[in-house]
């Protein structure tokens, strides 16, 4: 059995007070994409971000005829925005429960995750998903970030005490820091060496490390590789525009201390540019691509 699930911020509605809810014609992209993304990886869960409740009314009947249930996590709590639309395969998954994690800060609060846990069908087995849209770099330069991760990994921590170190927890979001970035690392605690998680099972992995450069090497006679992070910010002032935002961190369970196992070459950033749906058109629309991953269990 295996389950694959996938993160996109669309940027469909940022979550600003003053974003407008986008016209119908735009909502449907990610739709069209989606079914492109689900023909290739089959996949049973995705989750939207900079997303509004009116995205998913829009599109709520056509998951539901391709087999998806939905959940939406939007709308205001206090002056925090949230902005993410979950939908899963209602045949595979089902939804135990759903929680908002906000975190005080005399900033103002921060919004720090949904939890969503869910029971694979047939089984007792449990999944925990926390998918994060961390506030923008721009609007929160430093202030709290360090906090974010804090908060993300103390509730990870009340999961681990009632669960154990099995618990298969997945992470996915836009986090606006990159793996490196302390509140990822250090207090998120996720590394990027396999061998420390599987001696210490507390720690999380994260393959994203991966994706900080191009994909394919120079050479003289190659082609440069298109993608070098997951978001592509073309106003940037810095000597990249390119971003390892988004990413998908994982618990040890799925790195070889459970029948689960995380599929890391199928755990990566869609590539746009050789695909023939979309080609070099693709950020004319967005500026976050794609990330996908799956874990697979096995019973020999």
């Known amino acids: 059995m295996n389950i694959t699930f996938a993160w996109w911020n669309v940027g469909l509605k940022p979550p600003v007070a003053s974003a407008k809810e986008p016209g119908a014609s735009t909502t449907l992209r990610p739709w069209f994409l989606f079914c492109h993304l689900k023909e290739l990886l089959e996949l049973d869960l995705i989750a939207f971000g900079e997303v509004s409740n009116s995205f998913v009314l829009a599109l709520g009947q056509s998951f539901l005829r391709a087999g998806f249930a939905s959940v939406s ?41 949904a939890r969503l846990e869910f029971r694979v069908a047939g089984s007792e087995e449990r999944i925990f998903f926390y998918i994060s849209h961390w506030p923008s770099r721009l609007s929160r330069p430093d202030l709290g970030r360090d906090e974010l991760g804090y908060a993300l990994r103390a509730d990870i921590n009340t999961v681990f005490k009632e669960e154990g170190f099995d618990a298969k927890i997945i992470l996915m979001g836009d986090y606006n820091d990159e793996p490196f970035d302390k509140s990822i690392y250090d207090k998120l605690v996720a590394t990027r060496d396999r061998r420390v998680v599987i001696d210490k099972p507390f720690i999380l992995y994260n393959p994203f490390w991966r994706s900080l450069g191009g994909v394919q090497p120079y050479s003289r006679n190659g082609k440069l590789s298109p993608c070098h992070g997951t978001y592509y910010y073309k ?45 070099n058109i693709f950020f004319k629309n967005f500026d976050h691509l794609p990330i996908y991953g799956r874990v697979t269990r096995y019973y020999d």
């Open 73 to 113: 996590i939007t709308g205001k709590e206090g002056r925090i925005i949230f902005d993410i639309a979950v939908f899963y395969r209602a045949d595979k998954l089902e939804l135990i429960s759903s929680k908002n994690i906000v975190h005080p800060h005399y900033s103002g609060n921060l919004r720090v995750a």
């Open 235 to 279: 106003g940037s002032s810095h000597v990249t525009k390119w971003f390892t935002f988004d990413q998908i961190i994982v618990s040890s369970a799925f790195m070889g201390h459970t029948p689960w196992h995380l599929d890391e070459e199928l755990t990566t950033v869609y590539s746009y540019h050789d695909d023939e749906y979309l080609g």
